[in-house]
């Protein structure tokens, strides 16, 4: 719809000013980050406090420039279980940190998708993260992957977190909308722009008992790429 077309063009072209600022910090930061690492303070609590201070700046340039990488997107036929599975490989450790099991689902054949697998990984890690900082400590999360009759691939999120508020279910996507102290308020602005970008789309809903659902839908792979 116009509505929809309005929206992807307000998220481009934030993400290519973002990406632009966000280049422009980067070089001064990482000289600043390196003569801060030389100093020879007495007092190495301030020292801290200083680095602390510049990695978070480096992270929030990180995140930015993501958004708008105007990176060579190689879409492929991919099995979208697969890069699930290796995000959830690469993450054990910090589930376990959390002492959240993660469980997955799969139903009916093998999700395959036309896709660029390094922004599905990164759907999954923002979504992944967000649910792990909702539960905090000790819960579960439940993942569960379905293509449909019409090749559509949907994947919903399920934790057992705090759940969003009703600010937050109103601002998600719009940049720099965090609940969080130390959040970016980043990471739902990036999954929807590369759900975009994939003709896709991101749904949050809160769960009737405790918690939220994000639900990831892809549209299926063009018939004329498949078996090629
Ligand atoms: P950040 O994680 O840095 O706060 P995000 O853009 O990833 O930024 O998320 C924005 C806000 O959306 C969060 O601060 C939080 O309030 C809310 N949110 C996102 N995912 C969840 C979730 N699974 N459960 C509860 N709240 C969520
Ligand atoms: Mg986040």
Same mark, same amino acid.
Do not use: C, W
């Given at each position: 719809?116009?509505?929809?077309?309005?929206?992807?063009?307000?998220?481009?072209?934030?993400?290519?000013?973002?990406?632009?600022?966000?280049?422009?910090?980067?070089?001064? =930061?990482?000289?600043?980050?390196?003569?801060?690492?030389?100093?020879?303070?007495?007092?190495?609590?301030?020292?801290? =406090?200083?680095?602390?201070? =510049?990695?978070?700046?480096?992270?929030?340039?990180?995140?930015?420039?993501?958004?708008?990488?105007?990176? !060579?997107?190689?879409?492929?036929?991919?099995?979208?279980?697969?890069?699930?599975?290796?995000?959830?490989? =690469?993450?054990?450790?910090?589930?376990?940190?959390?002492?959240? $099991?993660?469980?997955?689902?799969?139903?009916?054949?093998?999700?395959?998708?036309?896709?660029?697998?390094?922004?599905?990984?990164?759907?999954?890690?923002?979504?992944?993260?967000? !649910? $792990?900082?909702?539960?905090?400590?000790?819960?579960?999360?439940?993942?569960?992957?379905?293509?449909?009759?019409?090749?559509?691939?949907?994947?919903?999120?399920?934790?057992?977190?705090?759940?969003?508020?009703?600010?937050?279910?109103?601002?998600?996507?719009?940049?720099?909308?965090?609940?969080?102290?130390?959040?970016?308020?980043?990471?739902?602005?990036? $999954?929807? #722009?590369?759900?975009?970008?994939?003709?896709?789309? $991101?749904?949050?809903?809160?769960?009737?008992? #405790?918690? !939220?659902?994000?639900?990831?839908?892809?549209?299926?792979?063009?018939? #004329?790429?498949?078996?090629?």
């Amino acid at each position: 719809t116009e509505e929809q077309v309005i929206q992807a063009e307000k998220l481009s072209s934030v993400g290519r000013l973002a990406a632009g600022v966000a280049h422009e910090l980067r070089n001064p =930061l990482t000289v600043l980050i390196g003569f801060v690492e030389l100093l020879d303070e007495r007092s190495e609590r301030k020292k801290i =406090l200083m680095i602390t201070e =510049l990695q978070r700046m480096n992270l929030i340039i990180d995140e930015l420039l993501m958004l708008a990488k105007p990176q !060579a997107v190689e879409k492929a036929v991919i099995d979208i279980e697969q890069v699930l599975d290796d995000v959830l490989f =690469l993450y054990q450790g910090f589930f376990s940190q959390h002492e959240i $099991v993660v469980s997955k689902v799969r139903k009916g054949k093998v999700p395959s998708i036309y896709a660029e697998p390094n922004q599905v990984k990164q759907v999954f890690v923002n979504v992944l993260k967000n !649910a $792990v900082e909702a539960i905090g400590y000790n819960g579960k999360i439940q993942v569960v992957l379905e293509q449909e009759q019409n090749e559509e691939v949907t994947i919903m999120i399920d934790d057992n977190g705090t759940g969003l508020d009703l600010v937050a279910l109103s601002k998600l996507g719009e940049p720099f909308f965090t609940t969080k102290k130390d959040g970016t308020g980043l990471g739902t602005m990036i $999954v929807k #722009k590369i759900m975009n970008d994939h003709g896709g789309s $991101v749904n949050y809903q809160n769960l009737p008992e #405790k918690g !939220a659902r994000v639900t990831l839908t892809f549209p299926g792979t063009p018939v #004329k790429l498949l078996n090629h």
